[in-house]
């Protein structure tokens, strides 16, 4: 352990669930690793690769330790996460704190403590860890500290990402529980109103996410285009599967700005260059990273349309992010007042807008900021303070 906290910024990886479901192997797992450093999304700052639910047999060992199922993972979990780290990577793991994970499988409750030192035997660098057969007398937030204590006591540094979908008022506690990031909806889908009632619950609960303990908005469905195996997140009754460039475009924005984990959920090894291009978009994940953790606030202009809304987020350096969304049905002129963000005409000052999806300097703006965008759409602006008049 070396004693420096975890979780600085929100952590960004690839997790099996989305798209390979109960599917998954080590072959699976390391090819994975392997696309992450060729698809050049280790360098933009993908590090962890996590399985998901599906990968324990059935049953404990008689020295009551959790064992990897035999025929997905033979050789078992150790030599895996070494070819993960081999890779300058870092490897993730799932249980859960009810008595079995959500597909039956053993979960750690009254296991915390042996669980916590077999994983950390393994090389176990993240634990994303569920609330299925919760006993109901069971207090969910003791059961999430026992797991963080478990944890610091297991003689590895480990990222604890926590799942209970938001329940049980988590934001008030969670953080002193040790985790690093808290799931704080329920799952996500690959279609857009999926995507959007995501957003919109967690607009104005910004203050509850920020360093060392991330608000983790579910894992991304960028690239999945309707194609994933696993019928929870693709195969959802009366919803098309799948998004158009632009709504996938505008997922990735949301969970950039909004500060939650960039957890990739498709398939690498069929990957679109247009997916490729979104998720490795270097100037809206460091919008993301960005080192002083502050939540966006929104503002929505009395004249704006419905679902159309600026985001605003302080940057350390003394930039400013702005995302202009339109995830309404219909064309929309939308307009920022700057007066409304704390820059009055009066002030002197005027924002240059640097969009990060073209990558085109826009040039200055005072007073406000007005653009029309198409259904589904965004920008993702970068803009600096810049003097425009001496008063
Ligand atoms: C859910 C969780 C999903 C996935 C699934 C596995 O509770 O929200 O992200 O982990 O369990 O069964």
Known sequence: MNNLPLAKTPPMGW???????????????????????ELGLKDAGYEYVIIDDFWSELERNGQGRLVADKKKFPDGIKPLADYVHSKGLKFGIYSCAGTHTCDGYPGSFEHEFVDAATFAEWGVDYLKYDYCY?????????????????????????????????????????????AHLYRSTGDIQDNWQSIKSIAESQLDRE???????????????????????????????????????????????????????????????????????????????????????????????????????????????????????????????????????????????????RECFSGKDEGVFTERRAIKLEPHDCRIYRCKLTKVNSL
């Open 15 to 37: 997790n099996s669930w989305n798209s390979f479901g109960s599917n998954i192997s080590d072959e699976l797992i390391r090819s994975v690793a392997d696309k992450l450093v």
């Open 207 to 353: 203050c509850y996410g920020g360093t060392y303990c991330w608000n983790d908005m579910d894992m991304l469905v960028v690239g999945m285009d309707g194609k994933g195996d696993n019928d929870f997140v693709s195969n959802v009754p009366d919803r098309l599967a799948g998004c158009t460039e632009t709504e996938y475009k505008t997922h990735f924005a949301l969970w950039a700005m909004m500060n939650s984990p960039l957890i990739i959920g498709c398939n690498l090894n069929n990957i679109s260059d247009e997916a490729l291009k979104i998720l490795s978009n270097r100037e809206v994940i460091a919008i993301n990273q960005d080192l002083e953790g502050r939540g966006p606030y929104r503002i929505r202009h009395w004249c704006n349309p419905d679902h159309a809304f600026a985001l605003i987020k302080p940057l350390c350096g003394g930039d400013y992010a702005i995302g202009m969304f339109n995830l309404g049905d219909n064309a929309s002129e939308m307009s920022l007042q700057f007066f409304d963000i704390g820059l009055p005409y009066s002030s002197g000052y005027g924002l240059s807008f």
């Open 134 to 178: 919760k006993p109901v007398h069971s207090v969910g937030e003791n059961l999430y500290k026992r797991m963080g204590m478990a944890l610091r006591s297991c003689g590895r540094d480990m990222v604890f990402s926590v799942c209970n979908w938001g329940c049980d008022n988590v934001s008030n506690w969670i953080r002193e529980s040790g």
